[in-house]
């Protein structure tokens, strides 16, 4: 083998058709593009969402009431829930946002509030972000404490 017999791997170049050459390429003309019209011009990129000048759908569809964008979203977790967990051997007496993380009730990026549906019986030392009234009430009845982050 020499430099001047090296040649690239059979199928590995592919030789591209020169669109838009002459007509004589039997590429010319539209160059591919059909017929006249906004799409077979230069330059051309259709919005998003653009439907032909028909309405869009985004101004078609009725809007209502207003968005917060300094809403907080609280991940919720439920008495029972935790107690569940406590029968199940997975959290002790202690239960602080690595505990949650860890068990999967909560992501790392998540606020917690805890929620007072079901029964707990277990003395749990809870940190949360938010408790519910009746969380905090239920949580201290046990002999538990809430801890607000």
Do not use: W
């Amino acid at each position: 083998m020499s430099l001047n017999n090296l040649q690239p791997a059979t199928g590995s170049v592919k030789k591209g058709k020169r669109i838009a050459r002459g007509e004589g390429s039997g590429k010319g003309g539209t160059a591919t593009r059909g017929h006249n019209g906004q799409k077979s011009r230069s330059g051309y990129s259709r919005k998003i969402g653009f439907e032909g000048g028909q309405m869009p759908l985004q101004r078609r569809v009725p809007k209502f009431g207003f968005t917060n964008i300094n809403r907080k979203e609280y991940q919720g977790i439920n008495l029972d829930k935790l107690q569940e967990f406590v029968d199940a051997g997975k959290i002790k007496d202690t239960v602080d946002f690595a505990v949650l993380v860890e068990t999967r009730l909560a992501r790392k990026n998540d606020l917690v509030k805890i929620l007072g549906r079901g029964e707990l019986k277990a003395k749990l030392n809870i940190t949360a972000h938010k408790f519910t009234v009746s969380a905090k009430a239920a949580i201290e009845a046990a002999g538990g404490t809430a801890v607000t982050l």
